[in-house]
């Protein structure tokens, strides 16, 4: 599989944001996203056999640098495996992910939804990210991957401007998505050219006004902030 990076930071987004991770970041994405931070994925990388890549893993997870989620033996075991879109190199990334759960791992996998879903093992935690309107993506989410959703999964809706919000509050009722799944997260999107400041102000929409109207909607739903973005430069890579 062409892979871009692999690495070992703190996850940014999701439920599971704040906890040490291992990300495994594959090349390639058939989408262009208005607000994308991560185009240098979408040629490039490296080809990587599956026994390869888990190597790669296992000797960042042992590293004494990480900590697991359950605070033993300095390691981490929390993986996610994103992109660009991973569910474009189907045939080699579902044997990984496998390969992945056999060795102890909490496997993410973050993806927009617009391949099929249907062949991830249930045991991991699919993270779709569904498309608003000003993504310059919309209505690429295959609705049929509702359907392949556990419990243990989670919904993400980047959200640009009042557009996307209404799209999202309105996706999320028709769609019962509560009640489908662990989580569903309202993330402002970031400026595509953000840099140097760690703050809120980098936000296509602020996240206070983001959070009062999901207040007064009583929208179910969680407001998420990509934290890796205040801790570090926004347009920092590898983190």
Not at 7 to 29: D, H, M
Not at 61 to 73: E, I, T, W, Y
Not at 143 to 150: F, H, V
């Amino acid at each position: 599989m062409q892979i871009t990076e692999i690495y070992k930071s703190i996850q940014g987004e999701s439920s599971y944001a704040g906890l040490p991770c291992i990300f495994v970041r594959l090349t390639g994405c058939n989408l262009r996203c208005s607000w994308c931070d991560s185009e240098y994925t979408f040629t490039g990388g490296q080809k990587m056999t599956v026994d390869q890549v888990y190597s790669q893993v296992e000797r960042l997870s042992k590293s004494r640098a990480n900590g697991n989620a359950n605070g033993d033996g300095g390691t981490a075991k929390l993986l996610e495996i994103t992109g660009g879109e991973p569910m474009l190199q189907e045939r080699e990334v579902v044997p990984l992910m496998q390969r992945l759960l056999d060795g102890g791992y909490t496997v993410l996998v973050e993806t927009s939804g617009e391949r099929p879903l249907a062949a991830v093992p249930k045991r991991v935690v699919k993270i779709v990210d569904v498309k608003c309107p000003h993504s310059g993506a919309a209505e690429t989410f295959r609705m049929e991957n509702l359907d392949t959703l556990e419990a243990h999964d989670e919904l993400k809706f980047v959200i640009s401007d009042w557009v996307d919000y209404d799209f999202a509050r309105d996706f999320i009722r028709q769609h019962d998505l509560a009640s489908r799944v662990s989580s569903v997260i309202l993330s402002p999107a970031f400026r595509k050219d953000a840099q140097g400041t760690r703050d809120a102000s980098q936000c296509l929409l602020d996240p206070r006004q983001l959070a009062e109207r999901m207040l007064q909607d009583s929208i179910p739903a969680r407001l998420g902030l990509q934290i890796h973005k205040f801790i570090w430069d926004p347009a920092a890579k590898g983190v």
